[in-house]
């Protein structure tokens, strides 16, 4: 029965009292933007540019990153495309620039902390950006940068960003943006969380550790806690709060992350009519007493049975 309403699901997506939830494709190129935009998703909430750059031998020209970036935002013409700046560190390594060999790759000089050392490789970045959003005509381009975890590093980026006519947010995949989301967001429009880092860095497990799946669990309610916090300051502040790690995927944890409060799911966009016929089956009160739930829960097996319990 669950499988047939997924099939005859159509968006746009809401609970069964009518409450909207944003569903957003995750993209790393153009091609699978049409395939996106093709299916249900609304628009991009991440799209991973690392594609264009781990595979080069030179940093690739604005031009070319231009061109790249251009035919995402052409496939979902006007509608909403967060673009992430890149993610790239010792363990995924840029064969033009000198990331050097580091012990600790998840902990080391990755995503923003890049533009530390080399920050034309970021504002080239954003001027291609700029550009290909100008060309598609997509009017205010949302772009996140990764692995943020201070307040003026928040504030650099966001500075960078609006010269160039970009609507800038970060990603919370480190403990300390979540802690301190309203002041983060006294400096950039959105926030998005990312749960795969985030689940990392909560419970100090590496994500790729076959070992540690349990721990690197988005329905930890530590990892769950985080993302309440974030929300909330979200909510306070008036601005949007999506989340774009697998967490969004699973129906079930869809559904509490939109009674957190949460404003945009973003993931695989083959993951979208599962996680929207979840959401019609389910009244946002049930969201809510779901997210409260998961909130009080001792550990990640009872946060799971709690919503379950709770959501049918
Ligand atoms: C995340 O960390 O949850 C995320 C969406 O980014 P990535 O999986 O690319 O690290
Ligand atoms: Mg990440």
New binding site residues.
Partial sequence: ERRDAVRRWQGPAATSDGIRQQLLA?VGDGAAARKAAGGQAEGVG?Y?TELGFLSAEKEPSVEEQAAMYQEVFAAFGGRKVVVRTL?AGSDKPLRFANLEHEDNPALGVRGIRIAEREEGLLTRQLDAVAVAAREAGATDPWVMA?MVATVPEAARFAELARERGIVPGI?V?VPSVALLAAHFLEHVDFLSI?????SQYTMAADRLSPHLAALTDAWQPAVLTLVALTAAAGAKAGKPVGV???AAADPTLACVLTGLGVTSLSMASSAIPAVGARLASVTSAQCQEAGRAVLAAPDARSARAEAARILG
């Fill in positions: 995750n991440l991973r993610d990764p990603m995949e990312g749960t795969n880092d985030l774009c790690g697998e």
